[in-house]
């Protein structure tokens, strides 16, 4: 059991037990960083959804606040799901979510909070108008969900949320559709769609923001589109519960946006991560001018274990998101820098020469695809490692030459060998190795904490994502190694900089926490 403990993380958010999923309306409000969440309050498992809430100064520390939204409407009885928070001109905010009604209709609800002078929306008021949007014709009952925060729209005077669906008359197609509003009661639903991928299936917690392409600070949900401005149509795919996202020009006139490039469109191209990532969110952060994502991570143990352990899931370290000016064709995601507070004891290691089929322990304190020797790698990090490495988990790089002579080169997360107690856990875990192609090699970032690791390569191009359960590798007991599984090649590691990572507070708010 002390294992199971052990897997609590430090500065990844989390409820104090039982089940969380998707993040909900993230938003900075009077002083607060606020994140609600889809949460259980009666078991470790999906159902009964509520909104969890927390509250932040920096995004690192967290106060859990009571339960804001409970199921108490004919219009929410099966679950107050997934919505996103609208940020009014007058500072007030506005809550859209989705109810799944006592018939298991999917609607959309409005909620505001009760005392908007209140910076920790304590309370919520749901409206007298409820369902403010029932499924439209055409749309089935069970595949309308998730507004968008609404983008504000000056020469309508008027604002438009998105909502994911899905169009099985049009080959499977996953759908966004947009609403036009003026007061978030009534709603006009516009003609056509704003997006439209034929093969990919319901689009779950479609998220739809600008992004500058000039400047690295992060734009308002209802920043002006135009020169320097592109748009990121992001959505979760509930067929193969992963967040994919691409990067286009939106025209608000004719209610389209349209991918860069097809090839790489919504569900058929990038994804926010490699790893166990799904039903992210963004918000527009005023206070650092910068845009945040939270991601849900799963976990990848089973159901049983989950319900001994009493508790399940994960939210990521807050991310922000740019626009990659350099390659023009991806996001950057990176840990926002306010968690670098918990950063001590820093040690650097530079030049250090890993040998073609060398392992070379680090030394600090603190884990199929990794063990493959290739001529050009596999090579790279072993994290949550116990001595003799018979427990690990390796991330890693390869290069991959084809026929042309040109080298790509992908980047991994190996889990096939964390969690190797015989008599545990092992055996009802999910292990996998995760890949993806990322451009170029230069710059990781790695956050292991506990049973979560987040890998950010190049910059952020590429991220990858894993839930692992060390049964050995824990309690200080874990280390880090460089290897190098590659046959033909020695490998350099030319810098390599680690930090202790201290804990984050989570915890209830009290009465003697200040409000500011
Ligand atoms: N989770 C919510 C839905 C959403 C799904 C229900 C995505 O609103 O589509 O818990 O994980």
Redesign the pocket.
């Known amino acids: 059991n002390s294992m199971l403990l052990w897997q609590r993380t430090a500065f990844h958010f989390q409820p104090q037990k039982n089940w969380m999923?998707?993040p909900n309306g993230p938003t900075y409000y009077r002083g607060w960083y606020h994140l609600f969440y889809?949460y259980n309050p009666a078991s470790a498992v999906?159902g009964n959804?509520t909104w969890g809430h927390a509250v932040s100064l920096d995004l690192v520390h967290w106060f859990y606040l009571p339960i804001a939204m409970v199921p108490d409407h004919w219009y929410d009885a099966n679950?107050v799901?997934?919505g996103s928070a609208t940020i009014l001109p007058d500072g007030r905010l506005a809550m859209l979510y989705?109810g799944s009604t006592a018939e298991l209709v999917q609607v959309q609800n409005l909620a505001f909070p009760a005392d908007q002078d209140d910076p920790l929306l304590l309370t919520w008021v749901k409206s007298e108008s409820n369902p403010v949007l029932v499924p439209p014709p055409g749309i089935a009952p069970k595949d309308f969900?998730?507004p968008t925060t609404a983008w504000y729209v000056p020469s309508e005077s008027a604002w438009r949320i998105a909502i994911g669906s899905k169009n099985d008359s049009q080959r499977h197609a996953g759908i966004a559709l947009v609403y036009r509003t003026s007061d978030f009661l009534s709603y006009e639903l516009l003609p056509g769609v704003l997006h439209s991928v034929a093969g990919t299936g319901m689009w779950?917690?479609v998220d739809f923001y600008p992004v500058s392409t000039e400047s690295a600070t992060g734009l308002d949900t209802s920043a002006a589109t135009g020169p320097g401005v592109k748009h990121v149509l992001k959505a979760?795919m509930d067929d193969d519960r992963n967040d994919y996202y691409a990067i286009g020009t939106y025209e608000a006139a004719t209610n389209a946006w349209v991918p860069d490039d097809p090839e790489k469109d919504v569900g058929i191209g990038l994804r926010y991560d490699y790893g166990m990532f799904?039903?992210s969110k963004t918000f527009y952060d005023p206070v650092k001018q910068r845009r945040v994502l939270w991601g849900w991570i799963g976990e990848t143990d089973s159901e049983r274990t989950d319900l001994r352990k009493g508790w399940a899931s994960l939210q990521t370290i807050p991310r922000t998101v740019l626009f990659d000016q350099q390659t023009g064709s991806n996001l950057l995601q990176w840990p926002v820098d306010d968690v670098e507070t918990l950063r001590s004891g820093s040690q650097e290691f530079s030049n250090i020469s890993i040998p073609a089929g060398s392992v070379v322990p680090l030394d600090c304190s603190t884990s199929g695809g990794a063990a493959g020797r290739g001529v050009l790698g596999p090579f790279g990090l072993l994290v949550l490692a116990d001595d003799d490495l018979s427990e690990q988990t390796a991330v890693y790089f390869y290069f991959v030459r084809s026929t042309d002579g040109s080298i790509s080169t992908h980047f991994c997360h190996d889990e096939l060998r964390h969690a190797c107690h015989p008599a545990l856990l092992a055996a009802d875990i999910v292990k996998r190795v995760y890949g993806s192609l990322v451009p170029v090699l230069d710059g990781e970032t790695l956050s292991v904490d506990h049973s979560v690791i987040e890998s950010f390569a190049q910059g952020g191009r590429t991220c990858i994502t894993s839930r692992v359960y060390p049964t050995s590798a824990t309690y200080g007991g874990g280390r880090l190694f460089l290897f190098n599984n590659a046959t033909g090649v020695d490998v350099t590691a030319k810098s390599l900089k680690i930090w202790q990572m201290g804990s984050a507070f989570i915890r209830p708010f009290s009465e003697h926490d200040s409000v500011s």
Request: glycine content about 6%.
């Open positions: 999923n998707d889809q999906w959804i679950g799901w997934t989705t969900r998730d779950e917690c979760s799904y039903a």
